[in-house]
Every structure is written in C-alpha cells, then in structure tokens.
C-alpha cells in the first residue's frame, strides 16, 4: 500500500516537474482526449476546503473520463504560485487547475499580471458568501444591534478579522462597511493567517466580529463560543437557515463571495475545453459532489464557460472598486 | 459508557481497520525515517487513499501513519545526525552524541519507548480531559501567543552548546529569513526581488532538511572518513528503558504535560513541544554540562513531549475545527469528508466513533514499540555501511523530498542554498539548530505581535493585563533576567574579597 501510494504521488509530481519546465508532450492528434493522466493544480494546501473541492472534482472526472486526474497542490504566497502555474502550463488540455476568488484580486494589489483574463474558463463549481459573526459573550443579538454600534463607536474602536490583510473577507467588510456609508476603515482590520485562528481569537475575546463565511465558522457556532447574525448574500444558506440576509435584517442589498473555478492555461483546444465543461457539468450535477458539498456546507453554484468568464468579469471589477476605496490597489 | 466501549471496539476490529493500520503504520515509519520527508508530508499523501476507506478506517491510517512518522525522525537524528523531522531537530545533536559514544540503542530505545508513553499520555489527556484542556486552547489570544512563541525563542541559547552569542546570532538569521515572501500580516511582499516562488516565503522543512543533511553530506565529503564505531553486537533496544523511566520519571511527567499543553494550542505543535522540553530539561537538571555531550536526559523529556503533542493537538480539532498543528489540518478535512463533522456534536452523538479513535492512538502507541524495534535494527545497517553509499542515498531523498513538497524545482533549489549556508554556519561554529528555530517561530511571533498591536491600538499593556499573558509574561521576562541577577549578586559577593586582598 505506502509502495502505492509513493509511486502515485511520484508520478504526479514528475508529472507537474515535466510541465514545469516545458516539456509537455504534444498528445498524438487521432488520439481521443484524454489519452492520458491530467494534472489538476490547486494553488492552496492539502486539507483545506479548495484542496477538499479539488480532489472530488478530480475523482468524479477521472470517473467520467477513464483517465487519472492527479492534484497537485502548488501552495504559497497567498496563491500567486499556484495560479502562476496553471498559466503557465502548456495549454494542451493536461494540465488544468482550480482558480479561486484571489485570482480577482492578487492583480489590483501589484502582486502578478494574471487576471481573468490570463486563463481559459471551464466552469464556476461553487460559491460562499461571507458571513458576520460575533463572540456567544458579546453583547449584540442581530446584525443591526452591531451595525448600530459600529456606527456609534469612532472609527476604530471595533476590530474584525477572518483573513490576511486585502483578503477576500477583509474586502467583504469594507463592502458593507461602504453599503452602510461608513469609511472602509471604520472597523479596523486585524490580519489572520486564515478563517480558523480568526475564529478562536474571536472566542478569545481578542476581536469584536469576524467576516468569514459561516461554514468556515461552523464548529466554533456549534460548540456555542460564537454566532452568525447575517450573511452577505442574496439568499439563506440551507445548512444554517436561520441566519437571515443582510437584504432582509437591514436592508442593505450588499453580496459578494469566495469562489472556486476549474480552467486551463489561456489558448486551450476548443474541442478539449468543450468536453471539460461538459464532463464538469456532470460532475456539478452528480450525487456524490452535491452530497460532499453540502455536507461541509459549502454553496454550489453553476456557470459554464461563457458564464464563468463573464461572472469573473464582473467579480474583477468589483473588486476593483473595493481595493481601491480600502487602499489596498496599486494599480 | 461501556456500551458506545463496546461499540467502539466493534467499529475498529474489521480486516479493514486492521489493514489499513497496519499498512499506514509502516508508511509513517519509513517516510518518517528518512531525511526531506516529513510527518506532515505522510499525513498528505494519505488523504488521496483515504477517499477509499470508511470513515473509521481512513482515520486509522492518519492516526496511524502521523504517530510513527514523528517516532521515527529521531532515527536518522540519532544515526546520522540528520533530523527526519522539526520536531526531532531539538535533540538530533545529542543523540548523535550518544551514538558516537557506542550508545546508539540506548539513544533510539530511549525514542520509541518514550514516544509510546508520551502517546499515550497524550491520548489519556484526551479521553479524560479534552473539554477543559478545550477552553484553556480557546482562552489565548494573540497576546499569549506572542509570549508563547518569546519563550519558544528564548530556548535558542539553553539548546545550543557553543556560544550564546552565536546561537542569538543564528536565530536571528533564522527570524529574518522568516521574514521572506508575503504571508505577513501587511500582506506586502518582502525581499522577493520579484521572483513568484520568493512570495511563500521559505518554508522550515527545506530549510531543516538543507541544514541537516545536505550540510552533513558536504562535510563527509571534505573530511576523512571518521574512525569506525567498533564493531560489536548491536545491543538490545528494551534492555535499559525501564531503568531510565524510573530515574528519569520525573522528567517523562513533566515531559507529557509539557507535551499535552502545547500539543492543545492551535499552531504550536509538536515541533514546539520538544524544543521548550528539551530546553526545560537542561535548565531544571542536576547535570546540565552533561547536556550536548550524549546524555539522556534530554531524549527522555523531549521525545515524550513531542508524542504527547500528537495526541492532545487533536482536542481543538474535534471540538473546534482548529487544527493543533498541519497534521490535524489534513486530518479535519477527512473528518469533514467522512461525514464526522468537528464540533462538541461528535463527542455525543458519535461517541463510539469518538472512542474507536481513542483506541486506535492508543493501539497506534503499543505497537510502535515492536514495529520501532524492528525499524531500528534495520536503519542500524547504516553504520556500518561506507559513507560512500549512504550519502549519495540521502542526496537522492532530500532532492526527491524538497521537490515533492511543493511540487517544483524551487524546493530543492532552497534545500540546495540551505545547505550552503549551514555548511558555512556550522564551520564557523553557528548552531544551525537555533536558525531553524527561528524559522519555525518567526511567522507566529510576528503575526501575534503585529495582530495583538493593532487590537490594542498601539498600547503594550493588554501584553500584562490579560491573566495567561501576565503569567507567560512573568515567566519570560524572568528567565531573561534570572542570568543577570544571579550575575551581579555573585559579582557583589565577590568584589570585597579582592578588594581587601590588594590592600
């Protein structure tokens, strides 16, 4: 089995070695697609929701289409280097990856070149909107009880946390801080290294709110150290019903969201591209991933191709705007 | 009670269970042994596999595999000088020692069976105590991490034998190539000189394993062939332990709590443990020139704080979702995958389920000792084997290893510069092991620093307001002056006595 379980990973690891220096094989034209093992990169590490994700999509492909997909993660730099890979991959079909939210962001802060724009789209897989939860000790019962405080107190005063400095929570608050007319940095950020540590903190009691979203949260609410008020999302999350929209506790019809995407390298065969998304199409639509999804209590959205491109379009620019009203844009 | 006891036992005796203990307990033995692989790297490999086991199963493998893998770094730590992991670079040195002294059995003894108690001290502590050991995790913030992490730094000079200046000298190099990439709390990119790969910062594995062992072979291959370590049976492994535990018990108990305590603390780990217990161990003992020279006593604390950590880094996991350290971060995404959600839940309505993964570290423990003998007569070929073999094996492992963690060529390119540089440091007398302490303790005194200023809006004193932090604080800001004192007080006893003698 340990003999296995070397030689798999060995071979994946050759694998990524060879794409990495450019030697990716030209597969032979007659040959149906795929001929032989695809490499899925994830730019996040073994373990986590994005490698969790990754790794069903890969087994349900590899199901689907009679070949290995390998996972490999590429980790460090807040996702630079893994996503640098996937674009820098020969774009021939065998090598795709997992893109998420960072993607729209990393650009704005002068960290890469990659945008959007710098891959080929295959399909959006899923969605998490990011919630706002306080400590179980604290005094505020809804979301407009905090928001009321918040507004009160001078700038400041409260501190929230959930993600690194310009991440995809942090930007999540400074939109609703924006929705409620207040300065970006009204509610002072204090960085983390991950939702997790932020979480503890918070029953700590060294933070005042935490913005990320409510299934990274979920073993703190359930062991009752903290609760969620609201989601800033257009609608409930099933698994946790009874936490309500922002649109429907106060009004303010703010959204945004970490995603995930599966896509290739830009300039991917149309007809390679084409069987992939229909292939993930299947994979979004079977049993098993709607179960693993839900599950972890992760939300499931569907975009194909074009949808994808275009909701990353409009996310990209969004978070154009947010960046640089935080100051966090060098571009 | 005894019912979900049955149910558990009835979960965990399945050919399944079996098997995969078994395969994943060799797994972790021989990734653990050898130098570049670490036991967070086995615990990974294994998530792939485990999508095709039952839930109980795929936990035993991870349980399993990530026990024996921080056993057996302390083989080739004790051999070669080579730590398989960070959490046997605290003490690799002196295990060498006693290896160089004839005593290698002695010293890898001393590592399995004091490995076995400490697992299963740490198991114990979290059958019994894993609700209030809950709350102590949950109660620190970043303000008693910050002295946690100080003193974690502060063992820098108890650990090293040469020169506390060099050794302070070397963990700062060690803090300021922590320094390096953008996994800072500015989220500003710092000395990467625009090369992607620079942005995540170096990592403490490449690091170690370039220090250690690529370190270790360019000296073989610049000195003479060291004289042979006579010949001679290589004794039994057991023979002595029982002897040790009763010497040493009191060091072994302070070694699990130790051990329990920090393995409990999201983000400390293993790693942690052993460097603060072995520090402990020569600060509290009664022979501390021993120490460094291959002496025990620090084996016995350390080796049974670092399994201890194991074990009870799997408290905040289950209850909270908070990984302890990187391998109970792979292990809550298989919990969450298996369906066995982390939550106070799991403690009730799956308390077989619970009780069954008991057992399997307590099992996982006991049969670490035959299979670790085992292990250890095999790896004792090495000594006897021509350095000319050995060492281009270890090349090929640390090359294959740094590559395969983070799938690409700048691993082994920072294993390949690492090994320079600890060449070099250990030349010119630099304890390499305090650099690698301050890589592994950078990002988390910074980060707490940094985090804990900005809660309290540039104000130092919530560092001493809060109760654990005034506590932690005392005790590093003592440590830092106790030298001084004891310093001056002998320098005021002593000055009369010259003073008259001259006139």
């Given at each position: 089995?340990?003999?296995?379980?070397?030689?798999?990973?060995?071979?994946?690891?050759?694998?990524?070695?060879?794409?990495?220096?450019?030697?990716?094989?030209?597969?032979?034209?007659?040959?149906?697609?795929?001929?032989?093992?695809?490499?899925?990169?994830?730019?996040?590490?073994?373990?986590?929701?994005?490698?969790?994700?990754?790794?069903?999509?890969?087994?349900?492909?590899?199901?689907?289409?009679?070949?290995?997909?390998?996972?490999?993660?590429?980790?460090?730099?807040s996702g630079?280097?893994?996503?640098?890979?996937?674009?820098?991959?020969?774009?021939?079909?065998y090598?795709?990856?997992?893109?998420?939210?960072?993607?729209s962001?990393?650009h704005?802060?002068g960290?890469?070149?990659?945008?959007?724009?710098?891959?080929?789209p295959?399909?959006?897989?899923?969605?998490?909107?990011?919630?706002?939860?306080?400590?179980?000790?604290?005094?505020?019962?809804?979301v407009?009880?905090?928001?009321?405080?918040?507004?009160?107190?001078?700038?400041?005063?409260?501190?929230?946390?959930?993600?690194?400095q310009?991440?995809?929570?942090?930007?999540?608050?400074?939109?609703?801080?924006?929705?409620?007319?207040?300065?970006?940095?009204?509610?002072?950020?204090?960085?983390?290294?991950?939702?997790?540590?932020?979480?503890?903190?918070?029953?700590?009691?060294?933070?005042?709110?935490?913005?990320?979203?409510?299934?990274?949260?979920?073993?703190?609410?359930?062991?009752?150290?903290?609760?969620?008020?609201?989601?800033?999302?257009?609608?409930?999350?099933?698994?946790?019903?009874?936490?309500?929209?922002?649109?429907?506790?106060?009004?303010?019809?703010?959204?945004?969201?970490?995603?995930?995407?599966?896509?290739?390298p830009?300039?991917?065969?149309?007809?390679?591209?084409?069987?992939?998304?229909?292939?993930?199409?299947?994979?979004?639509?079977?049993?098993?991933?709607?179960?693993?999804?839900?599950?972890?209590?992760?939300?499931?959205?569907?975009?194909?191709?074009?949808?994808?491109?275009a909701?990353?379009?409009?996310?990209?620019?969004?978070?154009?705007?947010?960046?640089?009203?935080?100051?966090?844009?060098?571009? | 009670?005894?019912?979900?006891?049955?149910?558990?036992?009835?979960?965990?005796?399945?050919?399944?269970?079996?098997?995969?203990?078994?395969?994943?307990?060799?797994?972790?033995l021989?990734?653990?042994?050898?130098?570049?692989?670490?036991?967070?790297?086995?615990t990974?490999?294994?998530?792939?596999?485990?999508?095709?086991?039952?839930?109980?199963a795929?936990?035993?493998?991870?349980?399993?595999?990530?026990?024996?893998?921080?056993?057996?770094?302390?083989?080739?730590?004790?051999?070669?000088?080579?730590?398989?992991?960070?959490?046997?670079?605290?003490?690799?040195?002196?295990?060498?020692a006693?290896?160089r002294?004839?005593?290698?059995?002695?010293?890898?003894?001393?590592?399995?069976?004091?490995?076995?108690?400490?697992?299963?001290?740490?198991?114990?502590?979290?059958?019994?105590?894993?609700?209030?050991?809950?709350?102590?995790?949950?109660?620190?913030?970043?303000?008693?991490?910050?002295?946690?992490?100080?003193?974690?730094l502060?063992?820098?000079?108890?650990v090293?034998r040469?020169?506390?200046?060099?050794?302070i000298?070397?963990m700062?190099?060690?803090?300021?190539?922590?320094?390096?990439?953008?996994?800072?709390?500015?989220?500003?990119?710092?000395?990467?000189?625009?090369?992607?790969?620079?942005?995540?910062?170096?990592?403490?594995?490449?690091a170690?394993?370039?220090?250690?062992?690529v370190a270790?072979?360019?000296?073989?291959?610049?000195?003479?062939?060291?004289?042979?370590?006579?010949?001679?049976?290589?004794g039994?492994?057991?023979?002595?332990?029982?002897l040790?535990?009763?010497k040493?018990?009191?060091?072994?108990?302070?070694?699990?709590?130790?051990g329990?305590?920090?393995?409990?603390?999201p983000?400390?780990?293993?790693d942690?443990?052993?460097?603060?217990?072995?520090?402990?161990?020569?600060r509290?003992?009664?022979?501390?020139?021993?120490?460094?020279?291959?002496?025990?006593?620090?084996?016995?604390?350390?080796?049974?704080?670092n399994?201890?950590?194991?074990?009870?880094?799997?408290?905040?996991?289950?209850?909270?979702?908070?990984?302890?350290?990187?391998?109970?971060?792979?292990?809550?995404?298989?919990?969450?995958?298996?369906?066995?959600?982390?939550?106070?839940?799991?403690?009730?309505?799956?308390?077989?389920?619970?009780?069954?993964?008991?057992?399997?570290?307590?099992?996982?423990?006991?049969?670490?000792?035959?299979f670790?003998?085992?292990?250890?007569?095999?790896?004792?070929?090495?000594?006897?084997?021509?350095?000319?073999?050995?060492?281009?094996?270890?090349?090929?492992?640390?090359?294959?290893?740094?590559?395969?963690?983070?799938?690409?060529?700048?691993?082994?390119v920072?294993?390949?510069?690492?090994?320079?540089?600890?060449?070099?440091?250990?030349?010119?007398?630099?304890?390499?092991?305090?650099?690698?302490?301050?890589i592994?303790?950078?990002?988390?005194?910074?980060?707490?620093?940094?985090?804990?200023?900005i809660?309290?809006?540039?104000?130092?004193?919530?560092?001493?307001?809060?109760?654990?932090?005034?506590?932690l604080?005392?005790?590093?800001i003592?440590?830092?002056?106790?030298?001084?004192?004891?310093?001056?007080?002998r320098?005021?006893r002593?000055?009369?006595?010259?003073?008259t003698?001259?006139?």
């Amino acid at each position: 089995m340990s003999k296995m379980i070397t030689r798999r990973a060995f071979a994946a690891s050759s694998a990524a070695a060879a794409a990495v220096a450019g030697f990716g094989f030209k597969p032979a034209l007659a040959q149906a697609y795929p001929a032989r093992p695809v490499t899925v990169i994830v730019p996040w590490g073994a373990g986590g929701g994005t490698d969790a994700t990754a790794r069903i999509v890969a087994a349900l492909l590899e199901k689907d289409l009679g070949q290995p997909f390998n996972v490999v993660n590429r980790t460090g730099g807040s996702g630079v280097v893994g996503h640098t890979a996937i674009a820098t991959a020969p774009a021939d079909g065998y090598t795709i990856g997992m893109l998420t939210v960072e993607i729209s962001m990393m650009h704005w802060q002068g960290l890469t070149e990659l945008a959007p724009k710098s891959y080929t789209p295959l399909a959006l897989m899923n969605e998490d909107p990011p919630g706002i939860q306080v400590s179980s000790t604290s005094p505020y019962k809804t979301v407009k009880e905090l928001a009321d405080a918040i507004k009160a107190a001078p700038a400041g005063k409260f501190k929230a946390s959930g993600t690194g400095q310009g991440g995809i929570w942090h930007l999540a608050l400074v939109g609703w801080l924006q929705a409620m007319g207040l300065a970006p940095n009204h509610v002072a950020w204090v960085p983390s290294n991950g939702a997790a540590p932020a979480m503890q903190d918070l029953a700590a009691g060294g933070l005042d709110l935490t913005t990320c979203s409510v299934p990274e949260a979920r073993a703190i609410i359930e062991a009752g150290k903290a609760r969620s008020l609201a989601v800033m999302a257009t609608a409930r999350n099933p698994v946790f019903a009874d936490v309500p929209t922002l649109k429907e506790a106060m009004g303010i019809d703010y959204s945004t969201g970490a995603w995930r995407g599966i896509a290739g390298p830009k300039g991917m065969p149309a007809d390679i591209a084409t069987k992939l998304t229909a292939s993930l199409k299947k994979v979004y639509d079977s049993k098993e991933f709607k179960e693993f999804m839900s599950n972890r209590g992760f939300g499931t959205v569907w975009g194909d191709a074009t949808e994808f491109a275009a909701f990353m379009d409009k996310g990209d620019a969004q978070m154009g705007v947010a960046m640089k009203a935080a100051g966090l844009s060098k571009a | 009670m005894l019912n979900t006891l049955a149910q558990a036992f009835a979960l965990i005796s399945t050919w399944e269970v079996i098997v995969a203990m078994l395969a994943a307990s060799v797994y972790g033995l021989v990734i653990g042994s050898l130098p570049g692989l670490s036991a967070t790297m086995a615990t990974a490999l294994l998530v792939p596999v485990t999508f095709y086991l039952s839930p109980i199963a795929a936990i035993a493998t991870i349980v399993a595999a990530s026990s024996m893998a921080i056993f057996s770094g302390d083989i080739p730590g004790a051999l070669l000088r080579i730590p398989g992991t960070p959490a046997s670079a605290a003490y690799a040195d002196e295990a060498y020692a006693m290896t160089r002294k004839g005593e290698a059995e002695l010293a890898l003894g001393a590592g399995v069976w004091f490995s076995a108690v400490g697992g299963i001290a740490g198991t114990l502590s979290l059958m019994i105590l894993a609700p209030p050991l809950a709350e102590i995790a949950l109660s620190f913030s970043t303000f008693e991490y910050f002295w946690l992490a100080f003193l974690g730094l502060m063992c820098a000079t108890l650990v090293a034998r040469s020169s506390p200046v060099k050794a302070i000298a070397s963990m700062f190099i060690g803090l300021l190539v922590s320094c390096i990439g953008i996994e800072n709390p500015g989220g500003v990119p710092r000395f990467t000189f625009g090369v992607t790969n620079l942005l995540g910062g170096i990592e403490p594995i490449p690091a170690l394993v370039g220090v250690f062992a690529v370190a270790q072979v360019m000296r073989a291959m610049l000195t003479p062939e060291p004289p042979p370590i006579p010949r001679r049976k290589f004794g039994s492994i057991m023979a002595g332990q029982w002897l040790l535990t009763k010497k040493y018990h009191w060091q072994m108990t302070r070694g699990n709590i130790i051990g329990i305590i920090i393995g409990v603390l999201p983000g400390a780990g293993a790693d942690m443990a052993a460097w603060v217990s072995y520090a402990m161990s020569k600060r509290f003992s009664k022979e501390p020139e021993k120490f460094g020279t291959g002496h025990v006593e620090g084996l016995v604390e350390a080796g049974a704080s670092n399994n201890a950590s194991i074990a009870s880094g799997w408290v905040p996991s289950l209850l909270f979702g908070i990984p302890g350290d990187t391998i109970a971060a792979i292990a809550i995404g298989v919990l969450y995958m298996k369906g066995l959600n982390p939550g106070p839940t799991l403690f009730t309505e799956k308390a077989s389920s619970m009780y069954a993964i008991y057992l399997m570290f307590i099992i996982a423990n006991i049969i670490m000792i035959p299979f670790g003998i085992v292990m250890i007569r095999l790896a004792s070929h090495v000594l006897r084997a021509p350095r000319s073999t050995v060492m281009p094996v270890i090349m090929l492992c640390c090359a294959v290893g740094s590559f395969a963690i983070g799938n690409n060529m700048f691993g082994v390119v920072t294993v390949a510069t690492f090994g320079i540089i600890g060449y070099v440091m250990e030349e010119n007398g630099y304890p390499v092991a305090a650099m690698v302490l301050g890589i592994v303790m950078g990002t988390m005194i910074e980060q707490s620093f940094v985090t804990s200023l900005i809660k309290s809006d540039g104000s130092v004193l919530p560092f001493f307001e809060r109760p654990i932090a005034a506590i932690l604080a005392a005790m590093a800001i003592g440590a830092l002056i106790w030298p001084v004192l004891v310093w001056v007080w002998r320098k005021l006893r002593r000055e009369p006595a010259p003073a008259t003698a001259s006139r």
